[in-house]
C-alpha cells in the first residue's frame, strides 16, 4: 500500500526559504509527475498551490516552487512571509489507492 | 472563477446513508477535461479522497471506501452528489466537493461541509 509521509512541522524566519519534503513508498511518487501541493489555512478549503510538480495556478506567487527526485516531492516557499503560516498538503496518484495524500505539515513564521 | 457549494445533512445516525450534493457555478459539470470529486477531512487530521466521476460515466473510487460510496450526477442542475452507506463515528468529516481536472489536479474546492455521525 502506498502511502506519502511528510514532517509534521516545519518553521522559518520572516524572508527565508523552507523546504517541506514529500517521501512516497511503493511508487506513489516515482515515475510519473502527478504530485500536487495545497495550502490550507484553519477553518478553509484546501488551495492548489503546485500541480504537476512544479506548476504554479494562476494568481500563486513564483515564492511557492516544486521539484522531485526519485520517491521525494519538495515544496520550497521562498522569502517567508506571515500569510505563509499554514498547514501544506502534498497529493500524488498511486496506482494501488488512486489518489493519496501525504498526512500535511503545519508551517510556522518565526 | 469556478464555485462548489456542498449541501449536507449535518447530522446523520450510525448505520444509515449519508448523502451530499455539490452545486457548481461558473462551470458545466459536462466539460469534457473536468471529472467531479470529493475528499473528506476528519478535523484537524488529513485529506482522504473519496473518488471522482466523469459526466459521461468513468467513475474511481477510493479502493477503502468503494463498497460503500456511489457518485452520480445531474446534468440538469449543474449538480453532482455523494452517496455513502452505513456510515459509522469513522466517517465523521469535513466532505470537501472538487473539481479534479483532467483527473490531475483537484483545482477547485467547496467550502466544505461538516457531517457529524452520531445518534
Known amino acids: 500500500q502506498s502511502a506519502l509521509t511528510q514532517p509534521p512541522s516545519a518553521s522559518g524566519s520572516l524572508g527565508q526559504s523552507i523546504t517541506i519534503s514529500c517521501f512516497g513508498s511503493?511508487?506513489?511518487?516515482?515515475?510519473?509527475?502527478?504530485v500536487s501541493w495545497y495550502q490550507q489555512y484553519p477553518g478553509k478549503a484546501p488551495k492548489l498551490i503546485i500541480y504537476?510538480?512544479?506548476n504554479r495556478p494562476s494568481g500563486v506567487p513564483d515564492r511557492f516552487s516544486g521539484s522531485k527526485s526519485g520517491d521525494t516531492a519538495s515544496l520550497t516557499v521562498s522569502g517567508l512571509l506571515a500569510e505563509d503560516e499554514a498547514d501544506y498538503f502534498c497529493?500524488?496518484?498511486?496506482?494501488?489507492?488512486?489518489?493519496?495524500f501525504g498526512g500535511g505539515t503545519r508551517l510556522t513564521v518565526l | 472563477q469556478v464555485q462548489l457549494q456542498e449541501s449536507g445533512p449535518g447530522l446523520v445516525k450510525p448505520s444509515e446513508t449519508l448523502s451530499i450534493t455539490c452545486t457548481v457555478s461558473?462551470?458545466?459539470?459536462?466539460?469534457?477535461?473536468?471529472?467531479w470529486g470529493w475528499v473528506r477531512q476528519v478535523p484537524g487530521r488529513g485529506l482522504e479522497w473519496i473518488g471522482s466521476?466523469?459526466?459521461?460515466?468513468?467513475?474511481q473510487y477510493n479502493m477503502s471506501l468503494r463498497s460503500r460510496v456511489t457518485l452520480s450526477a445531474d446534468t440538469s442542475k449543474n449538480q453532482f452528489s455523494l452517496e455513502m452507506i452505513s456510515v459509522t463515528a469513522a466517517d465523521t468529516a469535513i466532505y470537501y466537493c472538487?473539481?479534479?481536472?483532467?483527473?490531475?489536479?483537484?483545482?477547485?474546492w467547496g467550502q466544505g461541509t461538516l457531517v457529524t455521525v452520531s445518534s
Open positions: 497529493n500524488a496518484y498511486a496506482p494501488t489507492n488512486n489518489w493519496i
Open positions: 461558473s462551470a458545466s459539470i459536462r466539460s469534457v477535461n473536468a471529472y
Open positions: 466521476m466523469h459526466h459521461r460515466g468513468d467513475t
Open positions: 511503493s511508487g506513489a511518487i516515482d515515475g510519473h509527475n502527478f
Open positions: 472538487v473539481r479534479h481536472t483532467n483527473y490531475e489536479v483537484f483545482d477547485y
Open positions: 504537476a510538480v512544479n
